[in-house]
C-alpha cells in the first residue's frame, strides 16, 4: 500500500522523530511512504482561534497538496489534526463560500486516518509485539486525547496497542477522559483555567507511578510534558508511534531517544 | 405592529435562510411485551429505589391494605369517585372532596394522608400518571396532605413511557409522579421529602 | 397574520436582562478560580451527577435514537415555529387560556407586574424558571413593590443567600451543606437555632419556611419546560412539589416562556421526557411533572397566563451556524461534563446561562459585540464533553468556533492597531499555506536550540505566549525538522506488501 505521510506542523517542527516512528512502523510492515512536500499545517489554531480568513489559504493548501500525488491513503500521527481534516475543513470550505473547496475537503478527508485507525482498521493490527515487534519495558500511563476519543471515536485503538507492546508495564490512568487543558490558544487565552486543567492532569498521571504518559498527539504531550517538567517530575511523555518503533535491537528511552546498541549511544 | 406580529415576522426573517428540516426518525423503543409479572417486577423495584413503599396484592386484599397504610391517619381524603368497597366502612376520619362540595386549602392541610387511584404508570421509570378521573381528584388533594396512598391497578401498567402516552388524554390536567418528593440540591445529592408528599405508599393491585 | 413582512430581512433584534457580561471571562475565571472551597464543591458536585447520569442512561438500549428523535424534533419546531406558536396559541385560548406576547425582557416584565398588580396582591411565589432568571424579573417587581418568593430549594438558597444563581439546574451548585445551613440560620425567620447541616433537615427547614407561602398565595409565576402546540399544553418537571404547589393552589398563574419551548405534539414530549431527567438530575425520572391545559373548572388556577417571549431568541435563530443553540432543553449537562465549569463554577460566566451552552447562547441572544460576551466563547478548550452529553445533540464545540469567527470578523473593521494574536495568525497564515514557507522557517530551528539553554527548556516568553510559560516549559527544538530529515537522510523503501484496505 502507498501511504501519504501528513507530518502535522508540530511534529514537523519540534517532534520529527514522531514522524520518523511512523515511518519506521509503516515501512516495517512492507509499506510504501510518501511525504507531500507541499504540506504545512491542517490550519486548526486558525480555526479554533476564529481567524477564518487566515486559516483558508492554510486548508487549501492542503488539499492542494494532498490531490497533487497519488497515494492509497494518507495518516498523520494526529488525532486532532486528522479530526480537523476530517470535519473543520468541510465546514471552513462552506463558510467562505467555497463549494469546490468544500467537495475536494471532504474528499481529502475520507482518504485521512489517524495512525491507530490506520493500524487496527485498515492494516490489521493487533499485537504490536507480534506484528511490529514493538519492545518497551517501561511503566506507562495513557492519555487519549479529547479529539481523537470524541471526534473520531477511536475508542481503545491506541491503548490496545500500547498494551500489546511487548515488555510494557501498564497503569490506568485516573480521570483518562478529562481533557489536559491546552486546547490550542485557549491556554494562552484562558491560561489560569487551562493551568488548572493541567495541574490535576499532572497529579493523575503521577499518581500511577509510570515513568511516562503516552499519547497520540504531540500538541497535548507537549503542553503535559512542559507541565511536568515545569514541576521538576520525573515523568515524561511520548507519542505511541515511538513506544510502538521501539524494538529490543534498536530500542527507544522513556524520553524519546533513539537507542542504538546496548551502550545506549544516541 | 403588535408585539405578537412584530415576533412572528423577525422568525420569518431569521428562517429566510434555513434548510427545509428532515423527517423526525422514531426508531425508539415504542411497545414491550414484557409479561405481567415482569411489568410488577420493574415497576417495584424503580418505586422502591424513590424511597417509596410498595405492596403488591390481589384484590381481596385491598381494602385491608388500605386500612393498614392508613392505619396512622387521624383523617384522610378521598376523591368522589373512588370505589368505596375498598375502604374501611364508616370511618369518621374520612373526608372526601367532590365537586361543589371541595376541602379548602387549610381543611386539606390539616389532613393527614390521601387514598387515591391512578390512570397509567410506567415500569421502567417509576412513574405513576394521576388524570384528574373522579377516582382520582382534583390535583390539591393529592398534594397538601403529607401523606399519599395511591393504588394502582395491574392493568394500567406499561413499559414505557411512549406506551403510557397513548393512554393519556393530553389535555386533562395531569401529574406524574415517581416517588415522594425530593430534592438535589444540596451537594446533588438527592433527599427525598420536601414540599409534596413526603410518603408515598402505592398498592399495586393484581386483578384490577 | 398576515406574512407581509416575509422576504423582507430586517435586522436582527437582540435580547436584553441577566445576559451581558461586564468583566472578561479570563478575569472572571482568574477571579473565581482563587475560591478553593467554591472548587472543591463543585469537584464534588459535578463528578456525582455525571456517574449518575452516566449509570442511567447506560440503561436504555435506546439513548442514541431518542437523542436523534430530539434532536431532529428541536429542529423541525424551530423550522415551523411561526405555524406551531399560532396553533398553540389557538389551542390555549381555546381552553381558557390568556396569552400574551413580550419582544424583549422588559415587555415582558411589565406584562407581568400589570397580570399582578389586577389580582390586588405584592406577594407571589415562584417556581424555578430559567426565563424569568434571564429577564431579571424578581428585580423588576421589586421596584415595583411585589415581592416574589423563590420556592426551589437552590432558589431559596440563593435568594436567601443574596447570591447569584451559579448553575441552571442547581443554583446553590457552589455552596456546600454547611454553608447552606448558615446561611438558613442568618436569614430564615424563626428556623431552629439548633440547624445541623444534614440535607435532609435543610430541606424540612425550607419546606416550614415556605409552607404558609404557598397556601396562601393568590397568584404564581412558573416557566415551562415544554409547550405541546396540538393540544395547547403546557408542562413543568420538577422535584420538590414547589412546582405542584405553584401551578395547582393559587387562583392565578403566569407562566413565562421562551418562544422556542414549542414541541408538535405529546409523541414528541414521551422522546423529551426520557432525555431531560436522565440528563439532568442523572434521575430516571424526576420525582414530579405537571401539564396543563388552560383551565380546568374546579381544578387549579381560574386565571390562567402565559407570557411568550422573545428577548433575542429570533436574532439566535438568524444566524444559521448558531440557531441550534435554540434547541437547548435546560438540562445542565453540557455543564455538568465541562472541565472549565467544573474549575471556574457558573459565575464567571457572568450570564444567566453558564457553562458550554451559556457560552453559546448568551453572545447568540446579546450579539456577538454586546460588551464583555465576546470574551464566552473562548471559555473552552474544545474538548467536545458537552458534544457527547448534549441530550439534544448541539454541536457545541462547532458553535463555539463559529462565534470565535464572528468575533475576530466583527473587529477587523476597527481602526486600531493588530492585536498580538492577530499578528501571530497572520503570521502562521503565512507559515502554514505553503510546504516551502514552512520549510523555510524550520531552518532556524538551531536558533530555538540555542534560546533554550543548557537544561534544553523554554521557561519564559514575552507576550500572550507568556501565559503558556506561566506553568510550563517548552522543549528545545530538534536541529532538523522531519521535513529536512526526509530530504537528505531517509532511504526511500519500495512497497513490498501488496495488501490492500
Known sequence: MKIALFATCIVDAMYPQTARATVKILERLGHEVIFPSGQACCGQMHINSGYMDEALP?????????ESVAYDVAVAPSGSCVASVKHQHPVLAERCGD??????????????????????????????????????????????????????????????LLKSVGGIEFADLPEADQCCGFGGTFSLKNADVSSAMLD??????????????????????????????????????????????????????????????????? | MSAKEEILSRITSALRDAPAPGPVPREYRMSSDMPEVELIELLVDRLEDYKAHVDVVDVPQLPATIAERLKDATSYVVPHGIDTTWLPADDARRRIDAPGAVLSVTELDGTDAVLTSSAVSIAESGT???????????????????????????????????EAMARMDITCPLTWISGPSATSDIELERVEGVHGPRQLDVIIVKGL | MSNVFMGMPTLPVFGDGNLHIEETFPTAAHRELGNTQMRANLRHATHTIRDKRLKVVAELPDWEELRDAGSATKNLVMANLPALLEEFEKNFTARGGIIHWARDAHEANSIVAGLIKEQNTTEVVKVKSMATQEIGLNEYLEEQGISAFETDLAELIVQLGHDKPSHILVPAIHKNRTEVRDIFLAEMPNVDPNLTDEPRLLAM??????????????????????????????AVVESEGNGRMCLTLPETL?????????????????????????????ERMNPYTSLWTGVTEGDGPQNVHLVLMDNGRTAALADKYGRTALNCIRCSACMNVCPVYERTGGHAYGSTYPGPIGAILTPLLTGITSEENSTLPYASSLCGACYDACPVKINIPEILVHLRGEDVDSKRGEKKLPSQMDLMMKGGSWAFSSGKHLGLLEKGLPLGKLAAGRDKKIKALPGIAAGWTQSRDIPAPPSQSF??????????????NKQEK
Open chain 3, 205 to 234: 427547614a425550607a419546606r416550614e419556611h415556605l409552607r404558609r407561602k404557598f397556601l396562601s398565595a393568590k397568584v404564581a409565576i412558573s416557566g415551562a419546560n415544554f409547550a405541546l402546540a396540538d393540544s395547547g399544553t403546557l
Open chain 1, 99 to 160: 463549494a469546490a473547496l468544500k467537495a475536494r475537503a471532504e474528499a481529502v478527508g475520507a482518504k485521512t486516518y489517524e495512525l491507530s485507525q490506520l493500524l487496527v482498521d485498515v492494516l490489521g493490527i493487533t499485537n504490536a509485539a507480534e506484528q511490529l515487534g514493538s519492545h518497551f519495558p517501561h511503566k506507562v500511563t495513557y492519555h487519549p486525547s479529547c479529539h481523537g476519543m470524541r471526534s473520531l471515536k477511536l475508542g481503545d485503538r491506541q491503548l490496545d
Open chain 3, 483 to 496: 521535513r529536512d530529515w526526509w530530504k537528505k537522510d531517509h532511504t526511500p523503501v519500495a512497497a513490498t
Open chain 3, 254 to 282: 403566569i407562566t413565562v416562556m421562551g418562544i422556542e419551548k414549542l414541541l408538535p405534539g405529546k409523541e414528541d414530549l414521551e422522546v423529551f421526557m426520557q432525555l431531560l431527567p436522565r440528563s439532568s438530575t442523572g
Open chain 2, 128 to 162: 405513576i400518571v394521576l388524570d384528574g378521573s373522579g377516582d382520582q381528584g382534583r390535583r390539591a388533594i393529592s398534594l397538601v396532605p403529607d401523606h399519599h396512598v395511591c393504588v394502582v391497578p395491574v392493568s394500567s401498567i406499561v413499559r414505557l413511557l411512549p
Open chain 1, 200 to 266: 490535576d492532569k499532572a497529579r493523575n498521571i503521577e499518581s500511577t507511578g509510570a515513568s511516562l504518559c503516552a499519547g497520540g498527539d504531540a500538541s497535548c504531550l507537549m503542553h503535559i510534558g512542559g507541565g511536568l517538567s515545569r514541576t521538576k517530575s520525573d515523568t515524561t511523555t511520548l507519542h505511541f508511534a515511538e513506544i510502538l518503533a521501539s524494538t529490543i535491537t534498536e530500542p527507544v528511552s522513556v524520553t524519546g531517544d533513539i537507542l542504538v546498541g546496548k551502550a545506549g549511544v544516541r
Open chain 1, 58 to 66: 492554510v486548508v487549501t493548501n492542503h488539499v492542494n497538496a494532498f
